[in-house]
């Protein structure tokens, strides 16, 4: 039995992405790449508002991650961490040879634009890393009164990660000035996983060539290089990458602010539906992800026999991460999801606490 998928992603994917994937195959050499790549890259600098270079990686978003401290970090990296991912970004950046600290804040907190501040008044960094929407624990931290702290440190390159955010509200990567903005698919893109896609500015592309050790499947300047003849540095998912030409254009169709007019609503109801059923609300007010509700268990359930009972009813439903497992549970309302979708988790939850 496919179980509907409620977890922070992969999400559902609609059957005519699905059936895009299925687009009889093509060689990355050849004209016809060429053109879906130009396509799919312009269309997604509309979506970003950047006329910044868009490149495509195949790979999950952590490729790229890693990619982009390996090109931008030529001194010392300040990783911002409040969740599983953040903290990861920090270990990968070390792993890869980099001088850098981990600026921790409890998970359940957001990143401050006083403490991006306050972190890079020391003079001590040249790069920066964050996440915008962390998806362990559910937390937004404000990624526009951020931005515009970062402009006060022109010498500093920022490497945002919008894996759980992009497309479902407006993030305008170009005026905010991010040097480097990553995200993958499997989100709110709402496709399957295995593309990732990053942004570089001028100065990040000016900083990537004077860092040594950029190895080469992740090299922004091959990356740069391929993309002036419309192609990637090796072998492409272009089959993903057909259906990620489909998912523009539906999101177009749609129109960029009812899609996000209707990640709000979904994520209002879901937090409206978790309190009036005595759970709390992990992240505090302001700072509350609009792709997933985390919820505290303060209503004492057994999450790990829900999840199961969920399970067998044909949902995938997610008990908390890591070190929040049974604590917390999440719900994603992203990508293709509608209010009716969410209405139906919590509804088929309801149903499963009253025979409980
Ligand atoms: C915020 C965030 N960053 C990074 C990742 C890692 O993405 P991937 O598994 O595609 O490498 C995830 C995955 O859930 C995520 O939510």
């Known amino acids: 039995m496919h179980k509907k998928l409620f977890i922070p992603g992969p999400v559902e994917v609609a059957p005519e992405i699905l059936k895009a994937m299925g687009t009889p195959m093509i060689g990355h050499r050849m004209p016809e790449y060429a053109k879906l790549h130009k396509g ?22 952590f490729g790229a991650m890693e990619g982009a401290v390996r090109n931008l970090v030529a001194k010392r990296c300040a990783n911002f961490c409040n969740g599983a991912f953040s903290d990861k970004w920090h270990n990968v950046t070390v792993s890869c040879g980099k001088e850098a600290d981990a600026i921790k804040v409890p998970w359940g907190e957001a990143i401050t634009p006083e ?4 972190t890079l008044a020391t003079g001590k960094y040249d790069a920066i890393t964050l996440i915008h929407n962390e998806t362990s624990t559910g937390v937004m931290s404000p990624l526009p009164e951020i931005a515009q702290v970062l402009k006060k440190y022109p010498d500093v390159v920022s490497i945002i990660d919008t894996v759980s955010s992009m497309s479902a509200l407006n993030i305008p990567v ?20 295995g593309l990732a896609v990053f942004t570089a500015t001028p100065k990040a592309l ?23 003849k419309d192609n990637t540095p090796s072998t492409p998912c272009i089959s993903l990458i057909y259906a990620m030409d489909l998912q523009l254009d539906r999101m177009f169709t749609e129109g960029l602010e009812n899609r996000w007019r209707r990640h709000q609503e979904m994520a209002q109801f879901v937090r ?28 004492g359930v057994d999450l790990a026999q829900l999840k199961k009972a969920l399970g067998e009813k044909g949902y995938a439903f997610d008990d908390g991460y890591g070190k929040l497992k049974g604590k917390t549970f999440r719900v994603a309302h992203m990508g293709d999801m509608t209010l009716e979708d969410v209405k139906e988790i919590t509804g088929a939850i309801e149903t499963v606490l009253k025979q409980q």
């Open 272 to 299: 409206a539906w978790a309190t009036e059923r005595g759970f709390g609300l992990f992240p505090a007010e302001g700072y509350r992800s609009v792709t997933l509700t985390c919820a505290t268990n303060d209503a």
């Open 206 to 228: 000016e900083r990537a060539k004077g860092v040594p050790g950029r190895g080469y499947y992740f090299d922004f300047l091959e990356f740069a290089a391929a993309d002036e």
């Open 40 to 61: 799919v890259t312009d269309k997604l600098k509309q979506l970003l508002a950047t006329q910044d270079r868009v490149f495509l990686s195949t790979s999950s978003a």
């Open 115 to 118: 403490l991006v501040d306050a």
């Open 174 to 193: 170009g005026e905010l000035g991010i040097d480097c903005c990553v995200f993958g698919v499997q989100k709110a893109f709402a496709l399957p996983p």
